[in-house]
């Protein structure tokens, strides 16, 4: 596999690339995955809620990244072909056991695997789900370069994302809480414009930009790969 490069130019209030690191965001969700699904499920229901609506829209084979517990692989349609791929090898132990108990016979494969380096061929994918992930990768930009790689031309990748204050007191709340949220494997502060940055670097259009609950910090973005 070629190197990762970030042609991203970083702005004086973008965190440094690798402020987190792939081995801690490992274990840290590997510590969550007892309790994961109890503390998060509700909270981000809606959002997983609509990135599948997104992802079947779209329709064909389906790699979703982060896939976790597996939380979200039953609302799929039994239809749709999946393949899930996570960091954390105990998140990925509760993901197969979901899959086992609910006879998930449309799920291809569960697999351990780096979102900053996928393991699949060239345009191997139709959509490209990422639910709270691109946050919690050391590097975003190659996690995001290496959805586009996977994805067939015309496809989409589909993320729900924390989206960083633009500034004032929550601006202010999130770099204070940052150290914090590092130790536990995401970012708090994360603008939308890294990701208008890395689309326009890499000729991906942004076709949906939909704030979520709860409280509008999160959204759901679409992205587009060009067709050939």
Same mark, same amino acid.
């Not at 994805?151 to 204070?176: D, F, Q, S, Y």
């Not at 990701?195 to 704030?211: K, M, N, S, T």
């Given at each position: 596999? &070629?190197? @990762?490069?970030?042609? @991203?130019?970083?702005?004086?209030? %973008? ?12 274990? $840290?969700?590997?510590?969550? $995955?007892?309790?994961? %699904? ?8 809606? !959002?997983? &809620?609509?990135?599948?609506? $997104?992802?079947?829209?779209? !329709? ?9 517990? !597996? ?40 697999? +351990?695997? %780096? ?26 930009? $190659? ?23 633009? !500034? ?33 670097? @890499?000729?991906?259009?942004? +076709? ?21």
């Amino acid at each position: 596999m &070629s190197p @990762h490069s970030n042609s @991203h130019a970083a702005s004086a209030d %973008d965190l440094p690339a690798r402020d987190l690191d792939t081995d801690a965001v490992a274990r $840290a969700y590997g510590r969550w $995955a007892p309790v994961y %699904d109890m503390v998060f499920g509700r909270v981000f229901a809606r !959002g997983r &809620s609509l990135a599948i609506e $997104a992802a079947e829209r779209a !329709g064909g084979r389906v790699l979703e990244v982060g896939v976790g517990t !597996g939380i979200s692989l039953p609302a799929y349609r039994r239809s749709t072909r999946l393949f899930g791929v996570d960091i954390s090898e105990p998140m990925l132990a509760k993901a197969r056991e979901r899959v086992r108990a609910l006879r998930l016979q449309n799920v291809e494969g569960l697999a +351990v695997m %780096d979102a900053e380096r996928l393991d699949f061929p060239d345009g191997a994918f139709d959509v490209v789900v990422a639910q709270y992930v691109v946050t919690a990768v050391p590097n975003p930009e $190659a996690a995001l370069t290496e959805f586009a790689r996977v994805l067939r031309p015309g496809g989409e990748i589909v993320i729900t994302t924390r989206i960083g204050a633009e !500034g004032g007191l929550r601006g202010v709340m999130e770099k204070a809480f940052s150290p914090v949220a590092n130790r536990l494997g995401w970012r708090t502060e994360f603008s939308f414009a890294r990701y208008a940055r890395w689309a326009e670097a @890499h000729g991906i259009a942004i +076709v949906e930009r939909r704030p979520l609950p709860p409280l509008g910090h999160f959204c759901l973005l679409r992205l587009a790969k060009p067709a050939r």
